[in-house]
């Protein structure tokens, strides 16, 4: 069953923890991304890897995290430099990223709560 | 101005009725374009894509026109089930190179029996 995974679907963290949203594909796509979605607003790109190796800042990079170690798996790690943690975060895969016809698949996202 | 703007609604129609939706890009180098359906508290899914001047797929109609810089998505026979968010995406060249994926806020949808 081929696709794009999340873990966990609900996450509560305390302020000032570290967490690590965990993010695998079996699509063999070349390209994975992180993003944040909060209510009313667009999707806003915080890391995208388009090799093995290989990530890039997105537009909100700051208080995150990334590794690309495997070319299934794109962990994200909010750190407690984050100022604003809680939202619906969106991991996404593409066959191979840099082509101007590629086409991004989602995850089930996780939904993350600071108490 | 931001990069991509949709009309946020929400847009209230009956079933049955032809809904029009619209999402202007500032970047005239855009290459590619999509739409893409948001339920509640779900990830977008892929609905349509759109390459060329538009795409068609049942009662889904995307259209581009590149001098306006705007895309449309067109749904005829609104269904009850089409209720959701409507995202639409640009895939434009950033200035160092490679495609960056720009995500509009989305248009409401609610379909009312």
């Known amino acids: 069953d081929g696709g794009i995974t999340q873990s966990p679907k609900y996450l509560f963290r305390k302020e000032g923890q570290n967490v690590t949203l965990s993010c695998e594909q079996n699509l063999n796509h070349d390209a994975m991304y992180w993003y944040r979605q909060d209510p009313g607003q667009g999707l806003r790109l915080i890391y995208y890897s388009q090799i093995v190796n290989d990530f890039q800042k997105g537009d909100i990079a700051e208080g995150y995290s990334v590794s690309r170690e495997k070319k299934e798996s794109f962990p994200l790690t909010v750190t407690s430099a984050q100022k604003n943690p809680t939202a619906f975060y969106l991991c996404?895969?593409?066959?191979?990223?840099?082509?101007?016809?590629?086409?991004?698949?989602f995850g089930p996202g996780t939904r993350l709560t600071v108490l | 101005r931001k990069e991509v703007e949709q009309d946020p609604g929400p847009f209230n129609v009956p079933e049955g009725a032809t809904v029009a939706f619209n999402c202007t890009y500032s970047n005239s180098a855009s290459q590619s374009f999509f739409w893409y359906r948001q339920d509640c508290r779900k990830e977008p899914k892929l609905l349509m894509s759109?390459?060329?001047s538009g795409n068609e797929d049942g009662r889904f109609t995307a259209q581009l026109n590149r001098a306006s810089q705007y895309i449309s998505l067109l749904i005829r026979d609104s269904k009850l089930s089409d209720s959701a968010t409507y995202l639409c995406?640009?895939?434009?060249?950033?200035?160092?190179?490679?495609?960056?994926?720009?995500f509009g806020a989305g248009t409401r949808l609610f379909v009312k029996a």
């Open positions: 759109v390459y060329s």
């Open positions: 995406a640009v895939k434009a060249p950033p200035p160092a190179g490679g495609f960056k994926t720009i």
């Open positions: 996404a895969s593409s066959l191979r990223g840099g082509l101007g016809t590629d086409t991004q698949y």
